[in-house]
């Protein structure tokens, strides 16, 4: 999947540059391994785009923790 939206990149580099990925798997997630696995994903990514010729200056992970407002103590 990646190939194709980098083979349109290039196809149409006199209007559009990548810069950098971003990724946004939620704002209530309250488990950090699940951001962890997240990066791990996107840094792979970055890897595979960056080898297509890209020079990407960001990685965006986005969305944040939740807010555990159920905890007591």
Sequence with gaps: ??????ARIKENSDHVEL????????????????????AKIMVQFVEEIRNEGFNLQYLNL????????????
């Design 19 to 38: 810069l950098g990925v971003h990724c946004h798997i939620g704002s209530t997630i309250k488990e950090v391994g699940i951001f962890r696995d997240a």
């Design 62 to 73: 986005g969305g944040g923790l939740g807010i555990d407002y159920e905890h007591k103590g």
């Design 1 to 6: 999947m990646i190939p194709s939206y980098l």
